[in-house]
């Protein structure tokens, strides 16, 4: 079904995390256990958040033009609701786009946060097969099976909005082809 909020309740763990980190403060002691978390919270966070909402807002007022959307809502966790609502009369294409790109930012959201298991929950584009892996240093989550293999003979990965692409045109009853 269109209208998923596991991004908006990502996003909210994300800024939470992240007030968490702001309200302690620097050299109180306790900043150590963050070493070992699997992905230490830092600005970084804050910037991630300000730039996902800046797409979000982006693409919500590319979409029309004819109808100003007005403001994005102070809370950050608040903007796929607004672009929904902003976007709701556009044609099937759009709203697909729209859902694309906050199924994309969910996961980018949970991979933030350390969780990089999100990606197995996709099918591979290319075989079908479950069990991708993510892969931080190329940012794309990688076929486990020793068939599904470029030209060159290298496990096939994908980046995360080719999987967004595919889950959401999977929940809109759409064939969709690996490319
Ligand atoms: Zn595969």
């Keep these: 079904m269109l209208g998923d909020d596991t991004t908006e309740q ?12 702001e309200r302690r403060g620097p ?10 978390s699997p992905a230490p919270l830092n600005l970084g966070v804050l ?6 909402v800046h797409e979000i807002e982006e693409h919500t007022r590319a979409a029309d033009w004819t109808r100003p959307a007005g403001p994005v809502p102070a809370d950050a966790t608040r903007v796929y609701d607004w672009a929904r609502q902003h976007t709701a009369h556009l044609d099937p294409e759009r709203q697909q786009a729209r859902e ?10 949970a991979i933030a946060m350390g969780d990089t298991t999100v990606v ?3 099918p591979c584009p290319g075989c079908g097969c479950w ?6 240093a190329v940012q794309r989550a990688a076929c486990p099976s020793r068939y599904c293999t470029d030209d060159d003979g290298l ?16 929940q809109l009853g759409l064939k969709t082809s690996a490319t």
């Design 100 to 109: 694309t790109l906050i199924c994309r930012q969910g996961l980018e959201h």
């Design 120 to 122: 197995r929950k996709h």
């Design 131 to 136: 069990g991708l892996m993510w892969r931080p």
């Design 27 to 36: 050299g109180d002691g306790r900043t150590a256990t963050r070493t070992t």
């Design 47 to 52: 910037d991630r958040i300000h730039a996902a």
């Design 10 to 21: 990502r996003l909210r763990l994300l800024q939470a995390e992240f007030t968490q980190f």
């Design 155 to 170: 496990s096939r990965s994908w980046p995360l909005a080719t999987l967004a692409h595919h889950h959401i045109a999977r």
